[in-house]
């Protein structure tokens, strides 16, 4: 039997995450065949693509209404704007995704959701990754 950090995004993940996404006044788009998520902080909006497993689909949930939060909290606030300036991003932008993986485990941590967040800028490779992404597209 497949663990649940195997598993399939369900129905009922798909459910309760829109009662949560709700209960922070955050509109919401459910995106069947994408493995991301973005924020659209003028639509006050988040993306999440649900083919993946049960576990990074709650982490791609808490990571984007992280930064809908930030935003709101003004964290790293010339970074959580739609069209950032692409030096604030090459300046600011992988510590912003860092605070934002905290906040995010943290907001996940009060769901008791029983799921451990699976951080997206913290491992060498997705630094790497990330300062790749930084040199080839800014
Ligand atoms: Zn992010």
Not at 77 to 104: F, M, N, P, Q, W
């Amino acid at each position: 039997m497949a663990a649940w950090y195997t598993k399939k995004t369900r129905k009922s993940d798909i459910k309760r995450a829109k009662v949560l996404l709700r209960s922070y006044n955050i509109n919401f788009r459910f995106l069947k065949t994408r493995t991301d998520g973005y924020t659209s902080f003028s639509k006050n909006r988040v993306a999440i693509g649900t083919k993946v497993s049960i576990q990074y689909f709650w982490s791609l949930v808490f990571h984007e209404l992280a930064h809908i939060l930030n935003r709101r909290n003004r964290k790293y606030a010339r970074y959580h704007r739609d069209y950032a300036a692409k030096d604030v991003i090459k300046k600011i932008g992988l510590r912003s995704e860092r605070y934002t993986d905290k906040v995010a485990a943290q907001e996940m941590q009060k769901q008791k959701l029983g799921l451990r967040y699976l951080p997206g800028y913290s491992h060498p490779w997705q630094i790497k990754w990330y300062r790749q992404y930084c040199e080839d597209y800014l």
